[in-house]
Every structure is written in C-alpha cells, then in structure tokens.
C-alpha cells in the first residue's frame, strides 16, 4: 500500500515541472504521476493545473513540458539505505532515491525508476 502525500496535486505538478521531456504521450505522463496518486480525480486536477500554471501543453494525447529548470540530481536527488518498495514499479530496493521538491520528498524509486520518471532515460 502507498503512503498518500499530503498534497498530491502540489506535489503532482512540481514533478511535472522538473521533466526532461521534450514530448510524453497521455499515457506515459499518467505513469509519473501514478507515482503520486491513483486516483484518477487527483490526476484530472494535476494535469489542469499544470496546464493551467503553463507547466505543460496537451494536444490531444501528447503532452509538452514547458521545462523551466531539470532535477538537480547532486543536489535535490537523495539516496537512502534501506528496505524500500519503488513507487513506480513496486520492486524491493536497497537503496531509494527521493526527489526534493517543495511540495515534499517524493520516492522512494529504484535506480532505473527515477531515470525514468524524471526524464533522464
């Protein structure tokens, strides 16, 4: 079962902000944000306001970040020793790496999860 974050939509659209993407489809932006929230209202609210702040456009199934400045992964990516369970995949992980976002630490992720959410593979 996954931890819910005290504000998802907060934290929903800072994660958008920070992707290296120059187009996601639909589907493989819903794939990050589910590694904020299930909820498929949650998600709706994440991807207006998003939209809405100018952090992404949509045209039909694409999504375009408007990138204003990529995760820093010396400085707002931190790795834990653990037992921890990858928010994306749900793989058991030894190490987790957390994004520093203002709106809250956001992981625990696997290795090749967090290339991915972010942007970087």
Same mark, same amino acid.
């Given at each position: 079962?996954?931890?819910?974050?005290?504000?998802?939509?907060?934290?929903?659209?800072?994660?958008?902000?920070?992707? !290296?993407?120059?187009?996601?489809?639909? &589907?493989?932006? #819903?794939?990050?944000? /589910?590694?904020? %929230?299930?909820? $498929?209202?949650?998600?709706? !609210?994440?991807?207006?306001?998003?939209? &809405?702040?100018? #952090?992404?456009?949509? /045209?039909?199934? %694409?999504?375009? $970040?408007?990138?204003?400045?990529?995760?820093?992964?010396?400085?707002?990516?931190?790795?834990?020793?653990?037992?921890?369970?990858?928010?994306?995949?749900?793989?058991?992980?030894?190490?987790?790496?957390?994004?520093?976002?203002?709106?809250?630490?956001?992981?625990?992720?696997?290795?090749?999860?967090?290339?991915?959410?972010?942007?970087?593979?």
């Amino acid at each position: 079962m996954r931890e819910e974050v005290e504000d998802p939509v907060a934290l929903g659209v800072q994660l958008l902000e920070r992707l !290296e993407h120059e187009e996601l489809s639909l &589907a493989e932006v #819903i794939d990050r944000i /589910e590694t904020v %929230t299930t909820d $498929p209202a949650t998600t709706r !609210e994440i991807l207006d306001t998003a939209e &809405a702040r100018g #952090i992404i456009d949509r /045209e039909d199934a %694409t999504v375009r $970040p408007n990138r204003s400045s990529f995760l820093s992964f010396e400085a707002e990516v931190v790795t834990k020793e653990g037992e921890f369970t990858c928010r994306r995949c749900g793989a058991s992980i030894s190490t987790g790496y957390f994004m520093k976002l203002d709106a809250g630490e956001h992981g625990p992720f696997g290795s090749s999860c967090i290339r991915k959410v972010t942007g970087r593979e």
